[in-house]
């Protein structure tokens, strides 16, 4: 059985080559460390990722460790997701259409000891992909200017936590994780006449750690409804990475000067908070809602400043971010012989405040809608693996800036398997 809990840890390692490719396209991504992923799983996805207050133990819920101390005592679980992407950028009358696929995460769960559950895995943090052409025309003798600005990375992590039941209604968890991932951007202009060329690259690597901290505290209300109330905790800290600005100046006649300038240990995790409610009524219907905040105006940030050329790390380079999700899963009835009756349905709605800063204004902010169905796989040996499919639609929109609509496909896969059952024979 250790065999089998070993092979299913390293499954997950290998997919960590699978984060290569970038999860978005928005122009957005290169504020900041880049679009904040999702980092819930297939079931709560179709509830839009309303999930801090969701306890049970069949599913693996890694936005609160708490939740890891439910894991049924017979299964080993193991999630897989990936994502398909539309967007559509306007600006003004202009609109562009854009496409991407990406491997989500792959997290695991299985019960250490009575009323201990242990999960692990690999999630995305960020995501940092974008290129984009803007010309001036200055006049006949200065010609026109092209600035090209391209992004690529992200930010990952690779997580170990473990959940532990104080008493039948508490349970406490906490999850550590390796946070790693580059993010690089390039900025560069050139002119159609014999203004000199310029290039601007920013990079920087992380290798750091990331903690949470969880809890839920449920209570039954009647027979058929019972109440949790869940928190998380985000611990803030310096990362210890080092931005690097590379200022490349080329002459008409081809000489090039280069200046580079390293902000030391620039870049730094927010504290971050959580609370979620969660009701289940007759394991029929569960409707969870969740109210998140990030702390980033306190913490520090690489900016490149003109007029000095200085780049350092300073405060109030971006702001403080708010999350609010809400969701239902509605199931006919898990026990009946007629499929559709077992089938979950999901839909959800959430609302996000930007964590940065366009041109000294404030971000746009972001609406939500999903809907999906969590569909049972049944075969000779195992009626309890899950294949959840969610749709969810994005805008991103503020006044006089890009707007964004993504129509996002999530697939996910929940292997649950009875390794821990034991067999008697007659």
Sequence with gaps: MNKKILSTMLMAAATIGSYAQSGTNSPYSQYGIG????QSTGFSRGM????????????VNPTNPASYSAADSLTMIFDIGMTGQITNFKEGQTKVNAKNA???????????????GVSFGVLPYSNV?????TSTYLDRTNGTITETYTGEGGLHEVFLGAGLRITPQLSVGFKAAYLWGSIDRWAVSSSTTYINSLSKSYSTSVNSYKADIGLQYSRRLTKNDELTVGATVG???KLHADAECNIINISTTGTSDTTSIVAANALELPMSYGAGVTWRHNN?????ADIGFQQWSKVTHPRYDSATNTYEARTNVLRDRWTMAVGADFVPDYQSRNYLNRVHYRVGGGYATPYYYVNNVKGPKELS??????????????????????????RTSAKDMITENSF?????????ERWFFKWKID
């Design 369 to 394: 809608l999903s809907a999906g169905f969590g569909l049972p796989l049944q075969n000779a040996y195992n009626s309890r693996s899950v294949l959840n499919i969610s749709a969810q639609w994005v």
């Design 284 to 288: 029929s219907l569960l409707v969870c």
């Design 35 to 38: 679009v904040l992923a999702d």
């Design 408 to 416: 996002r496909l999530n697939i996910g896969l929940t292997f649950n």
């Design 235 to 237: 611990i803030g800290h």
């Design 129 to 133: 992909g974008y290129k984009y052409t």
């Design 48 to 59: 839009n990722g309303a999930s801090l207050g969701m306890r049970q133990g069949n599913v």
């Design 102 to 116: 990406n491997f989500d995460y792959a997290v695991g769960l299985f019960r250490l000891l009575p009323g201990v």
